[in-house]
């Protein structure tokens, strides 16, 4: 395993969080967590394009119930923080 290519993976996840606060930027976090797929060596952030393109027009139970998801793909660590503040 490349650790520094994990790292850039674990970059990415964090840049797509941060992007999908922004409503606007929406499809840009979907970019940025499908590179985080794509450099992901251990499965880390597996599903978490697709969850985040679930979010878009998500409300009420049912984007909850995304962002439960995305707290099982993130596991605990620095990025459940992050997926905390996709809850409005």
């Given at each position: 395993m490349d650790g520094q290519q994990q790292r850039q993976a674990?970059?990415?996840a964090e840049r797509s969080l941060n992007l999908a606060a922004q409503p606007d930027k929406l499809s840009d976090a979907v970019g940025a967590a499908r590179k985080a797929e794509q450099l992901?060596?251990?499965?880390?952030?597996?599903?978490l394009a697709e969850l985040l393109a679930r979010l878009e027009g998500a409300g009420g139970?049912?984007?909850e119930?995304?962002?439960?998801e995305l707290r099982d793909?993130?596991?605990?660590g620095p990025l459940i923080a992050l997926v905390d503040r996709l809850v409005r």
């Open positions: 674990l970059s990415a992901d060596q251990i499965g880390a952030f597996s599903g139970a049912e984007r119930a995304v962002v439960a793909v993130v596991g605990p």
